[in-house]
């Protein structure tokens, strides 16, 4: 499955952005989706995930309650709406699929577990 990562750029402290993530090839319903982040001189951390369905989510405990990650299958694509930015969310954010074993499967947040990753956009928050 290929990806696409789009909608970052330069946001004021307390702004909001969307993210996009477009997918071909399989079928996106067969995949978990999660969202990755990563800033100058620092690790690629995880951020949210949702299950194959949209019935589940896991978010970084960092951006809970201000960040809300969903998915249009209908599309093939991933969301991650963006809300209450902050300086720290500064950082390039890629999505990933998982195909997981079953659709109850866990959703995974560790970056090794993802099988496909798309090439990032930029998220800028000044303050």
């Known amino acids: 499955v290929q990806l696409q990562a789009s909608g970052g750029g330069l946001v004021q402290v307390g702004g909001s952005l969307r993210l996009s993530c477009t997918t071909s090839?399989?079928?996106?319903?067969?995949?978990?989706m999660g969202w990755f982040r990563q800033a100058p001189g620092k690790e690629r951390e995880f951020v949210a995930a949702?299950?194959?369905?949209?019935?589940?989510?896991r978010y970084a405990d960092s951006v809970k309650g201000r960040f809300t990650i969903s998915r249009d299958n209908a599309k093939n694509t991933l969301y991650l709406q963006m809300n209450s930015l902050k300086p720290e969310d500064t950082a390039v954010y890629s999505c990933?699929?998982?195909?997981?074993?079953?659709?109850?499967?866990?959703?995974?947040?560790?970056?090794?577990?993802?099988?496909?990753w798309g090439q990032g956009t930029l998220v800028t928050v000044s303050s």
């Open positions: 949702i299950s194959l369905l949209g019935g589940r989510s």
């Open positions: 090839g399989r079928p996106f319903s067969s995949y978990h």
């Open positions: 990933a699929a998982y195909r997981p074993p079953s659709p109850v499967a866990i959703i995974p947040i560790t970056p090794l577990d993802y099988n496909y």
